[in-house]
């Protein structure tokens, strides 16, 4: 899908050049002359003239920040991709993390996509009255629900844009280490970056709650994003 958006955008900039605006989310991969802006994650460091970098990855998650926050921990999953195995090992470690921590609290069990399927199935077995599992759970409305009302998210750090929205919900984040040896460079990047900010802290057995504000980090964004936009308009004088 990305690949074919990159050479739709191209091929209309090429067509109707100064009548189209062309923007593209994440590098991509190709020349980046023929984007009029790019919006990158800020560990890709992209440093082109023509780019807006971000510290967190864009999403279409809404949340409801008058709900009031429960005592519920989200324990949000990734998956398997070319880094991360998701073995047996890291298996054992996430359901004895979740026994734990249900002794005491409710919890939210959210798997991704790629979360392995044998993996859900051992989740789905586990008779615990604390932990409830969410298998279907991707569209944006119900996951920014479930998100808003509780009052931690553990989130595995496989995936830069998960961490990104759990953090985006104002609810206190902890990144959930596995397969150490297998983190890109990148992803450690983007991790240690977010830590820099305050935005997420490291899990661990005795963690406590705690909230952040996004309400700075979105305006500067929103008003980067929408100067690049305005300052480079002069395509609207060819229009009329």
């Not at 807006?52 to 999953?77: G, P, Y």
Request: with cysteine; hydrophobic share 35%.
């Amino acid at each position: 899908m990305v690949k074919k958006s990159v050479k739709a955008s191209i091929y209309l900039k090429r067509k109707f050049k100064e009548l189209v605006f062309n923007i593209h989310i994440q590098d991509p991969k190709s020349n980046h002359n023929l984007f009029d802006l790019i919006i990158s994650p800020e560990h890709d460091q992209l440093n082109k003239p023509n780019n807006i970098s971000t510290l967190l990855a864009l999403h279409n998650i809404n949340f409801d920040f008058n709900k009031k926050k429960m005592n519920v921990i989200n324990f949000i999953i990734g998956g398997s991709n070319k880094y991360f195995k998701f073995n047996e090992d890291t298996q054992k470690k996430i359901i004895n993390d979740l026994e734990f921590l249900s002794k005491n609290s409710l919890i939210n069990v959210i798997p991704s996509r790629r979360t392995p399927f044998q993996f859900i199935k051992k989740l789905a077995m586990i008779k615990n009255h604390n932990l409830k599992l969410f298998t279907d759970l991707f569209d944006p409305i119900s996951y920014g629900s479930l998100l808003s009302v509780s009052n931690l998210q553990i989130v595995t750090w496989d995936s830069i844009s998960m961490i990104s929205e759990a953090i985006s919900s104002e609810t206190g984040t902890f990144l959930y280490e596995f397969e150490e040896e297998s983190c890109p460079k990148r992803y450690q990047l983007f991790h240690h970056m977010v830590k820099q900010k305050g935005f997420l802290k490291n899990f661990s057995r005795d963690m406590k709650p705690y909230t952040t504000s996004m309400v700075t980090y979105n305006s500067e964004l929103k008003s980067k994003i929408l100067n690049k936009i305005k300052s480079n308009l002069w395509f609207k004088n060819s229009v009329s």
